[in-house]
């Protein structure tokens, strides 16, 4: 195991989200389309015309960060739909990943033993893009 310092740790940027919906990537045996409520977005200004994370309002012309992520966990999830509703670990701070032709906006975190994986919850419903310290 390779040791990081505590300020190596304090770079990543861990966040709960909620799993909108999630689907099985066409001619890839491997990979699943996850849509990923991250909460709002941080208010920095943007500039027109710039690449961003899609986004949907909530009513109140606060912008929701909504990151498409692509996971290659579909061995272990024949039906993608029991994903739907789950919230978790997202590694938010990634760059963006192009695989199969679809970008890929973080990376969700989960724990994998000997022939098992399993998505890590929050034992209660808590508000999309808490951080996780």
Known sequence: MTEITF??????????????SAEKVPDAD???KLMINLGLKPS?????????H???TNGLGE???IRQIL??????YEDPSVLVGKQVPVLANLPTRTIRG?????????AVG????????????????????
């Open 7 to 20: 300020d190596e740790f304090k770079k990543a940027e861990i966040k709960i989200g909620t799993i909108l």
């Open 63 to 65: 912008e929701q960060d």
């Open 30 to 32: 491997k990979l699943i």
């Open 102 to 110: 679809l970008e890929s906006q973080g990376m969700v975190l989960y």
């Open 54 to 56: 899609s986004s949907a």
């Open 71 to 76: 996971s290659g966990i579909a061995m272990h």
């Open 44 to 52: 920095v200004p943007s500039t027109e015309g710039s690449p961003d």
């Open 114 to 133: 000997e022939g098992f994986l399993t998505t890590v919850n929050p034992d209660r419903e808590i508000p999309n893009g808490t951080p996780i310290q």
